[in-house]
C-alpha cells in the first residue's frame, strides 16, 4: 500500500527525460522536476522514510519478520540518467562517486534537512539544492580534466 502511494507521488518524476546533452543541466532540469513533486507529496515521502528507517531499526533488532522489506531508490537511476553524458569523460568510478554525491542532495531528506532543520522556505531549499548539485557536476567535470 505504501508503495502504491509513493509511486503516485512520484508521478512524472519517473517518466523524466533530458533532451540537453550538457550533464549540469540535465541535473538543473532532473531536481527543477522532481523537488517540487517531492515537495508537494513531502508528508507521504516522509512517511516512507520513516517506514525504511524503521524496518532497518527491526531488521537490525532482528525483530523484523517476513515483512517485505519496503524498497527505496529510484533516485539512483534517475540521477545516472541526469549524468549520462558524463559516461565518456569520467572514469567508472568517478561516474558512480558523483552520482551518489548527488543523491545526498536530492529527495526527501534535502526537504527534511533544509526545511525542517535550517527553516529555509521552499525557494531556499531548492535554491541551495540546485547549487549544491551544480557544484558537484563541476567538480566532477573539473576532477576529470579537459574534454
Not at 552520482?99 to 535554491?127: C, H, N, P, R, Y
Request: zero cysteines; a positive charge.
Amino acid at each position: 500500500l505504501v508503495q502504491a502511494v509513493v509511486d503516485e507521488g512520484l508521478g512524472p518524476i519517473l517518466t523524466w527525460k533530458s533532451a540537453s546533452d550538457d550533464a549540469e543541466r540535465r541535473v538543473a532540469d532532473l531536481f527543477a522536476t522532481a523537488m517540487p513533486r517531492i515537495e508537494a507529496f513531502e508528508a507521504t515521502f516522509k512517511a516512507a522514510l520513516k517506514l525504511s528507517l524503521d524496518q532497518w531499526a527491526r531488521r537490525q533488532a532482528g525483530t523484523l519478520g517476513s515483512e517485505p522489506a519496503f524498497t527505496r531508490g529510484h533516485r539512483v537511476d534517475l540521477l545516472k540518467d541526469a549524468i549520462a553524458p558524463l559516461k565518456g569523460r569520467l572514469k567508472p568510478r568517478q561516474f558512480r562517486r558523483l552520482a551518489q554525491a548527488l543523491s545526498l542532495v536530492f529527495g526527501v531528506e534535502v526537504v527534511t534537512v533544509l526545511k525542517d532543520i535550517w527553516g529555509l522556505d521552499s525557494a531556499e531549499m531548492m535554491s541551495v539544492a540546485q547549487w549544491a548539485a551544480g557544484a558537484l557536476v563541476r567538480a566532477a567535470m573539473a576532477e576529470s580534466g579537459p574534454k
